[in-house]
């Protein structure tokens, strides 16, 4: 694996792992040649992706193969003007053609800008503006290019929109133009040369008020992935990972390309529109998938399969990001596998900072330890650290080194930037705390604690409460805003197949909850419904069902 090049990769305990761990950083690191052509022209014939969809279609990549098409795509894109410093929005989906794409354009030093295919024609206008996005580069789903063409009215600033896979009206056929284009692209040099301070990512991530911000991260990014792929998820040059996510969410580069690549990986991507567990499986079994990471609210849908119907000998690692995983989820999967699901922890902003390392013991709930590299800490209102076990905010000191991995700041907005990141540390916005052990354990987001009667409740050990009862199939919980106590806690049900609604039910799930937790914990208000709103990602949208009346 490449990563060796730029880190040591083997350590005898999490001790040695945290002294000794130290991501080499070169000044003119390009993820695309140094890594992607790299392997290339060491093992042109190595796997680098399997791509398949519900249709039946499959796609075998090497790492040639990927190199071949974004130098295909690299000529294309130049010829329409694009350079350094360039924003190109990418909404594909999980197209095999995002990849190409996204090594091109890291080639020529654009910045890549990944966004969902649900944006709306307000939410496409805002990015172009807020972002200065030159090119659009979207499947061609009716659906996208309809918002597309809806919002292009308004852009004058967006010169090109570009369809993968079919045909649009108007727009250029990306298939049709890049087999025009040589196959060649050679590393430029002098001014067009990358540095790793240079712009290279940016994530629209939706904050508490106001609009999406936009989440800047450098060339240097994919290195600090090493954190993620290596040493949480265990990947080498004999893994097939799968990790669930849409190449619009930040979890597909945590997943799906740089810390992936840089152990020598190979990524699996099932390319399909609706989430059914059964497929998902079967995916899982016949590719001989090693190592897999997906969202809780996967697992959750996972771990009601029939699990005698599935070989998952060839399964070595489970992994999970996104959300705090439940541990009542955690054992169900672990009593049909084997396996200990090990969680991962970050955010949009910064590669995995903590997790369940291979070193250490897994505690069920918690998020692990940090990542070697990172000063994380749980404070106080006066930045003082908390005590074991004293809840308060999680924050990542910087006052000694900017972690690699961590985002540049947020994009043309110094003001935001300050606001979360200033004398040295950095506020994640997240409630947490840390055990006797050195464990940290997830809240919630501070604006999702929930204050009630003098006491603070974090959604996610209610969540984790409800789902131990086995007629709760998914389940959210949020503050409701009441005039004796302050707020009290609400919980949206959605309940296995078998079970229906009833003043019995609502009556036994609190009674279960306070025997299971602290009883001023329990929910008061329990509603039932079909659907929780979530995001691309899988995660629940608390805001959104708190703004439900």
């Known amino acids: 694996m490449l990563a060796d090049k730029y880190v040591k990769i083997n350590y005898k305990s999490y001790e040695d792992f945290i002294e000794n761990c130290k991501i080499h950083v070169p000044e003119n690191f390009n993820f695309a040649f140094d890594v992607v052509d790299e392997i290339a022209n060491i093992s042109p014939d190595k796997k680098a992706m399997i791509w398949c969809n519900p249709e039946g279609q499959e796609r075998v990549f090497t790492f040639n193969d990927i190199k071949r098409e974004s130098n295909r795509a690299t000529n294309f894109f130049k010829s329409l003007g694009v350079e350094k410093g360039d924003a190109v929005m990418l909404m594909l989906k999980r197209r095999y053609e995002y990849w190409f794409c996204t090594i091109a354009l890291h080639k020529l030093g654009a910045l890549v800008v ?17 972002a200065d996005i030159k090119i659009i580069i979207a499947a061609a789903d009716k659906r996208i290019t309809d918002v597309i063409d809806g919002a292009k009215k308004n852009l004058p600033e967006l ?39 240079d712009k290279f990512l940016l994530y ?9 911000k936009m989440v800047c991260h450098d060339f240097s990014y994919p290195l600090g992935h090493i954190m993620t792929a290596r040493f949480w998820q265990n990947l080498d040059d004999e893994s097939l990972h799968l990790t669930v996510a849409d190449t619009g969410w930040a979890k597909a580069s945590w997943g799906k390309i740089y810390g992936q690549w840089l152990c020598g990986a190979c990524i699996f991507t099932y390319d399909y529109e609706r989430f059914h567990p059964k497929d998902l499986m079967e995916k899982i079994v016949k590719y001989g998938i090693t190592s897999f990471c997906a969202p809780p609210t996967v697992y959750r849908h996972i771990i009601k399969e029939d699990f005698s119907k599935y070989d998952l000998s060839q399964l070595k690692y489970a992994e999970t990001a996104g959300e705090p995983l439940n541990p009542e989820v955690f054992y169900q999967f672990k009593k049909r596998t084997g396996l200990e699901i090990k969680e991962g922890f970050g955010q949009t902003e910064s590669v995995a900072f903590a997790a369940t390392f291979p070193w250490i013991n897994v505690k069920p709930g918690a998020i692990g330890k940090p990542s070697a590299g990172w000063d994380v800490d749980v404070v106080d209102e006066k930045n003082n650290p908390c005590s074991s076990g004293q809840e308060g905010r999680l924050i990542i000191r910087t006052s000694k080194q900017k972690p690699i991995g961590l985002f540049s700041g947020y994009y043309k907005d ?18 947490a705390y840390k055990d ?13 604690v929930i204050k009630s009667s003098g006491y603070r409740i974090g959604p996610f050990e209610v969540e984790s409460a409800l789902m131990e009862h086995p007629c709760v199939l998914e389940c959210a919980v949020t503050g409701v805003p009441d005039a004796d106590r302050g707020a009290v806690v609400k919980a949206s049900v959605i309940l296995v197949k078998g079970y229906e609604p009833s003043t019995n039910l609502i009556k036994e799930l609190q009674g279960y909850v306070k025997k299971v ?30 703004e439900i009346k």
């Open 436 to 448: 006797e052990d050195g464990y940290f354990w997830f809240i919630g987001r501070s604006d999702d």
């Open 414 to 431: 110094e003001v935001l930037t300050k606001n979360v990141w200033n004398n040295g540390i950095y506020d994640t916005g997240d409630v």
């Open 204 to 212: 629209f991530t939706s904050g508490t008020t106001g609009m999406p």
């Open 159 to 197: 010169q090109f929109v570009i369809s993968v896979n079919g045909y649009a009206d108007g727009w250029i056929e990306y298939s049709k133009e890049v087999e025009n284009f040589p196959s060649i692209f050679e590393r430029p040099s002098d001014s067009e040369t990358t540095t790793v301070d």
């Open 517 to 546: 937790t602290a009883p001023y914990k329990y929910p008061r208000i329990i509603e039932f419904v079909k659907e929780l709103p979530k995001t691309i990602s899988g995660k629940v949208k608390r805001k959104e069902i708190r």
């Open 114 to 130: 990944p966004a969902t295919h649900l944006l709306t024609v307000k939410d496409v206008e805002y990015r172009v503006k807020a």
